[in-house]
């Protein structure tokens, strides 16, 4: 008799802090949440959004994100009359493989922001199982056919959004690498630049 083990949808909850807005508290791991700053004080606006080490995350007042771990989200303020210098944002929000572990699942979420100063060309992300993980060829649309690249579309496929991926037959042991991109202009013609997150990894524990 072989007896196979049966999974059950986890629910894992991370704890939001939110300094200078509303929206934190206890929610579940990888769900939508959505963060909103305080009016500004007088004589300054809101800037952005940082975490806890300081890293820009969004300067959207209204803030939506998808929490793997606890958190704390700033809402930072500046005078009214200093310029805010916009810049690239890419990030690989999540990877997990607990919540769709009875469908040996792996999810993972990502997502990027381009200024209006530049020109915005394409986001995605690169993905491999990590025993198959070869630097050389880990790159946007590589030949080697165990690189994953996964490319928003449509109405996805903009400036700022966010995108999920789901990858199927994650089982036990394995473990997976991913990355992050964004590619943008300078100017109308010019070099596409290239934007990488670092790598992230997730292993599927029994």
């Not at 699942?105 to 530049?118: H, N």
């Not at 700022?160 to 997976?176: H, L, Q, R």
Request: hydrophobic share 35%.
């Amino acid at each position: 008799v072989t007896v196979m083990p049966t999974w059950k949808r986890q629910q894992v909850y991370v704890n939001v802090t939110v300094e200078n807005g509303t929206g934190g508290g206890k929610v579940l791991k990888n769900s939508g949440v959505t963060v909103t700053a305080n009016a500004a004080p007088a004589g300054q606006k809101f800037a952005y959004w940082t975490d806890a080490a300081g890293t820009i995350k969004s300067y959207n007042a209204a803030y939506k994100f998808y929490p793997v771990a606890d958190t704390t989200l700033v809402a930072v303020y500046v005078d009214e009359a200093t310029e805010i210098d916009y810049q690239v944002l890419v990030s690989i929000d999540y990877m997990d493989v607990t919540s769709l572990a009875a469908d040996n699942k792996m999810t993972t979420g990502y997502s990027w922001y381009v200024p209006e100063k530049y020109i915005y060309v394409k986001a995605g992300l690169v993905a491999v199982d990590k025993k198959f993980y070869n630097e050389a060829t880990f790159f946007p649309g590589s030949s080697d056919s165990n690189v994953y690249t996964k490319n928003p579309g449509g109405a996805y496929n903009t400036a700022e959004n966010s995108a999920v991926w789901n990858k199927g037959k994650v089982y036990v042991g394995d473990s997976w690498v991913a990355q992050d991109y964004v590619q943008y202009r300078e100017v109308e013609g010019g070099e596409i630049i290239t934007v990488y997150t670092d790598l992230m990894e997730v292993t599927r524990e029994e």
